[in-house]
């Protein structure tokens, strides 16, 4: 069974770097054709896809957030990050990794598998 799990601070301060991780269990970040992403869902709106790594290690980014966003693998640990650079209460969200045979869609359940998602407030 594959299993994905967020992790990382779960208070960030206005302006510094969200920085998250997840680990994937049962299955390899490099199988092909498997894209792996990250979706956010801020209290009280909809889900939001920001951007994902593939199984050949190319990234894909929302354009509205790619010149904060940075989306990295680590195939030894069998994990990939996500870095928000110069965050603001507004980025205060839910945040997911999810992965799938496709890359960019906003719903969780258009994927193959998806983590619980970890909470991130950012304080000002």
């Known amino acids: 069974q594959v299993q994905l799990l967020e992790s990382g601070p779960g208070l960030v301060k206005a302006s510094q770097t ?7 269990s049962g299955a390899s970040i490099t199988m092909t054709y498997y894209y792996w992403n990250w ?7 909809g889900p939001e896809w920001m951007g994902a790594v593939g199984y050949s ?5 929302k354009p ?14 069998n994990q990939f ?29 258009s994927y193959d598998y998806w983590g619980r998602g970890t909470q991130v407030t950012v304080s000002s």
């Open 18 to 24: 969200l920085s998250l991780t997840c680990t994937v």
């Open 57 to 61: 290690g190319s990234t894909y980014y």
């Open 64 to 77: 509205f957030l790619k010149s904060r966003t940075s989306i990295s693998r680590d195939t030894s640990k």
């Open 39 to 45: 979706i956010r869902q801020p209290p009280g709106k």
């Open 81 to 109: 990050t996500l870095q928000l650079t110069s965050v603001t209460p507004e980025d205060t969200a839910v945040y997911y990794c999810a992965a799938g045979r496709a890359w960019g869609s906003d719903v969780l359940q």
